[in-house]
Structure formats: C-alpha cells, structure tokens
C-alpha cells in the first residue's frame, strides 16, 4: 500500500519516484526494477521510497488512484444531464494521461485499471447526488458493467 501525506515535499518526492520509474522502464522490464534503481533514477533516498510506498507496485496504484480521483472527482451533478459531455471530459483526460495506462497494460496489470476505476468511481457517488432517471446507467456503468447500460 502506499503512504503519501497531503505534504508538498511528499507528493513531490512520490512523482519523482513515479518519473524515475518511467526511466527505469525505458531499461529494463518492470519485474527486474528494484528500489535501488528507482533510488538512482528518481535521486529519492531509500527511506522516502519506504516512507511513501512498500513495493514497486505501490507507485502504479499511487499513480493510477490519483488519476482516476481526479477525473471522475471533476464531474459535477450537473453534467450527468449530458451523458457525451462526461464521456469527451473523461476521454479528453486520459488522452493527456495515457502514460499511466499503457503502461498497466503493458505489464499486464488490468486488475489496477479495474480496481482504481470502481475506488474512484464509489467515491464519486458518495459525493454527487445522481439525477433522477440516471441513476440505472450510472450505477450499472461505476459497477463496472458498461455492457448492461443499454439492454
């Protein structure tokens, strides 16, 4: 699990880690990476890995969280009156963040794409009074069922 505070110096030092993975990505496969190529690439010391993430997973998850609360956490209630708006926002979004995804794919890690999507997704609910007559698609779509919304 990773362990990032609200601290500027500790979202920092977790990007720079996150950006050092891309390098080291460019090298080696991402099962060969170990912490001390992270810690040369990044220049993060060892205990602030620690201190941010138990594995080198834990970047992955970290990033791909971060992305999806932040897409899904921009939608208002108002724009659920206009389902092609939401979808070119959401698009729009992981078109300038597509790194994140390529990659998961890449290592094969579905599971992260999935399971970072449906944390986002419920808490977006939580937060957002869904409109009347929306709330059959919209829950069949963050349940994780895009395939049920029409039928």
Same mark, same amino acid.
């Given at each position: 699990?990773?362990?990032? &505070?609200?601290?500027?110096?500790?979202? /920092? $030092?977790?990007?720079?880690?996150?950006?050092?993975?891309?390098?080291c990505?460019?090298h080696k496969?991402?099962?060969?990476?170990?912490?001390?190529? %992270?810690? /040369?690439? #990044? &220049?993060?010391a060892?205990?602030?890995f620690? @201190?941010?993430?138990?594995?080198? $997973?834990?970047?992955?998850?970290?990033?791909?969280? %971060?992305?999806?609360?932040?897409?899904?956490? #921009?939608?208002?209630?108002?724009?659920?009156?206009?389902e092609?708006?939401?979808? @070119?926002?959401?698009? &729009?979004?992981?078109?300038g963040h597509?790194?994140?995804?390529e %990659?998961? =794919?890449?290592?094969?890690?579905?599971? =992260?794409?999935? #399971?970072?999507? =449906?944390?986002?997704? %419920?808490?977006?609910?939580?937060?957002?009074?869904?409109?009347?007559?929306?709330? @059959?698609?919209?829950?069949?779509?963050f #349940?994780?069922?895009?395939? @049920?919304?029409?039928?």
């Amino acid at each position: 699990m990773y362990h990032i &505070s609200k601290d500027k110096r500790a979202k /920092k $030092s977790a990007e720079l880690v996150y950006q050092g993975l891309l390098t080291c990505l460019k090298h080696k496969n991402f099962d060969q990476i170990t912490v001390t190529d %992270l810690q /040369k690439a #990044s &220049s993060v010391a060892r205990t602030t890995f620690y @201190r941010a993430f138990d594995n080198i $997973s834990d970047i992955l998850y970290w990033k791909c969280d %971060l992305c999806f609360q932040e897409v899904l956490g #921009s939608f208002k209630e108002e724009q659920f009156a206009n389902e092609m708006e939401l979808v @070119r926002q959401y698009f &729009s979004y992981w078109m300038g963040h597509k790194d994140i995804l390529e %990659l998961l =794919m890449k290592i094969n890690r579905y599971d =992260m794409i999935y #399971s970072c999507h =449906m944390n986002a997704a %419920l808490t977006v609910q939580k937060k957002i009074r869904i409109p009347p007559g929306y709330a @059959r698609n919209t829950q069949q779509l963050f #349940s994780g069922h895009p395939d @049920r919304i029409y039928n």
